[in-house]
């Protein structure tokens, strides 16, 4: 399977309509093109991750114009969109289908593949207890690196094929609870793969999907296809992505 995007090259910068913050402010927060091909027989739905694992861990440093984030300072995942039970017809998403804005208190419906589902990324977490923007954050919502980061963030896009046309899911899901809802059932493909307890080691929502692996679970590895794209604040749009 192969997945790639019209919106940026692997490894390269992401424009920044596809951002949900500038240096000027919020963004055009539009999700970017993806497709994929070549696709395992047998196949009955897919499911999306969009994962930046540059996040700082010290909250206290971001924003702050006084100072930098170390760019050794130890990381975590962050979330910005997962999406399950893509029907297995649909081979892309367009740009901006999903997500043309960004929304205070987060959006509630977003648009989507007929009969997807779309879950709660990490900014539902970053925004609460804020009186002006905490909420619940479903479906896309894009970059928003600390300008005062000495780190490139990147974000990867993952997709999996999975052998099932519906994951069992709550109404308000995370990614570690589509994870663990897909333990078993994805199709093995050319691409990469991992333990999926390490696919979301930390996040601001949810559990962790070690945390949300059942005791005692097989380590069944999941494999998944991606492209990456790079964003920063504080870089030029030449900039392409560091080796960290």
């Not at 308000?172 to 589509?178: P, Q, V, W």
Request: hydrophobic residues 35%; glycine residues 12%.
């Amino acid at each position: 399977m192969k997945l790639d995007s019209q919106s940026f090259r692997n490894g390269q910068p992401l424009p920044a309509e596809f951002a949900a913050g500038t240096a000027a402010g919020f963004g055009r927060n539009r999700n970017p093109q993806l497709g994929w091909s070549e696709v395992p027989a047998g196949t009955r739905s897919f499911a999306l991750l969009c994962v930046d694992p540059d996040v700082p861990t010290v909250a206290e440093l971001v924003g702050r114009s006084d100072v930098t984030i170390p760019r050794d300072q130890p990381r975590c995942d962050f979330i910005h969109w997962v999406m399950a039970d893509i029907p297995a017809q649909v081979r892309a998403l367009a740009a901006g289908s999903c997500s043309d804005g960004f929304t205070a208190r987060g959006k509630q419906a977003p648009a989507g593949p007929a009969g997807s589902r779309q879950g709660l990324n990490d900014y539902t977490g970053w925004f609460a207890g804020d009186a002006g923007m905490g909420g619940e954050y479903v479906g896309y919502d894009g970059p928003y690196p600390p300008a005062n980061d000495e780190r490139l963030h990147r974000y990867f896009f993952r997709v999996f094929a999975l052998e099932v046309p519906s994951l069992v899911l709550p109404a308000r899901f995370t990614a570690a609870d589509m994870l663990r809802a897909m333990h078993g059932h994805a199709w093995p493909c050319a691409g990469r793969s991992g333990d999926p307890r390490h696919l979301h080691a930390q996040s601001g929502t949810g559990l962790s999907a070690q945390q949300g692996m059942k005791k005692g679970a097989a380590r069944r590895p999941f494999p998944w296809i991606e492209t990456v794209a790079v964003y920063g604040l504080t870089v030029s749009d030449s900039t392409t992505m560091s080796s960290t």
